[in-house]
T-cell receptor, first 115, second 115 residues
Framework: KAGVTQTPRYLIKTRGQQVTLSCSPISGHRSVSWYQQTPGQGLQFLFE???????NKGNFPGRFSGRQFSNSRSEMNVSTLELGDSALYLC??????????????FGPGTRLTVL | GENVEQHPSTLSVQEGDSAVIKCTYSDSASNYFPWYKQELGKRPQLIIDIRSNVGEKKDQRIAVTLNKTAKHFSLHITETQPEDSAVYFCAASRISNFGNEKLTFGTGTRLTIIP
């Protein structure tokens, strides 16, 4: 099976702009989660989607939003970019299991630089 | 919310020796504990996971132990090899009966294998 893919791989934006990142999960995986990775804060959970519904949300401001489509592909949007939003944004997909963990598989990430 | 602490932050071991990384978690309802390996410039890769109804799990040179009473879990790598050099992350999650999952990651351990 093809792995998780993310586009674009690199982005450079300026403060105040907005950005949309895309994630295509492994075939058959209905859940997509998004994470922000920075040297200072490590890996932080943003949100999880499955069945086109947000299921969990991390402690990020409302400028961070997402959605999921019927084919399980997901997008993440960041509005009014700030310098501190510079990070590697990772998405991860998994099979949805009832009551037990099934392992998340990460994409290569999108490196966002805000100038 | 869940808080995961990971120690040590850096670890150097001689090739062939064993390495142990320890994590503690705060939410006694957490029931799923994966470990990820991230090589420089690469995506995190799931290497082993354990559910709360199991005390130990082994996969070749890698093993994970879980002590639910003390709320800590550990990664053990035996017969270390140069390719084990990477950053290792532990994580904890409470999987709901609906399948929701929100991974909280530790801060990472940079493991260096000395040839």
């Amino acid at each position: 099976k093809a792995g998780v893919t993310q586009t674009p791989r690199y982005l450079i934006k300026t403060r105040g702009q907005q950005v949309t990142l895309s994630c295509s999960p492994i075939s058959g995986h209905r859940s997509v989660s998004w994470y922000q990775q920075t040297p200072g804060q490590g890996l932080q959970f943003l949100f999880e989607y499955f069945s086109e519904t947000q299921r969990n949300k991390g402690n990020f401001p409302g400028r961070f939003s997402g959605r999921q489509f019927s084919n399980s592909r997901s997008e993440m949007n960041v509005s009014t970019l700030e310098l501190g939003d510079s990070a590697l944004y990772l998405c991860a997909s998994r099979v949805v299991g009832s009551g037990h963990g099934t392992g998340q598989f990460f994409g290569p990430g999108t490196r966002l630089t805000v100038l | 919310g869940e808080n995961v602490e990971q120690h040590p932050s850096t670890l150097s071991v001689q090739e062939g020796d064993s390495a142990v990384i320890k994590c503690t978690y705060s939410d006694s309802a957490s029931n799923y504990f994966p470990w990820y390996k991230q090589e420089l410039g690469k995506r995190p890769q799931l290497i082993i996971d354990i559910r709360s109804n199991v005390g130990e799990k082994k996969d070749q040179r890698i093993a994970v132990t879980l002590n639910k009473t003390a709320k800590h879990f550990s990664l053990h790598i035996t017969e270390t090899q140069p390719e084990d050099s990477a950053v290792y992350f532990c994580a904890a999650s409470r999987i709901s009966n609906f399948g929701n999952e929100k991974l909280t990651f530790g801060t990472g351990t940079r493991l260096t294998i000395i040839p």
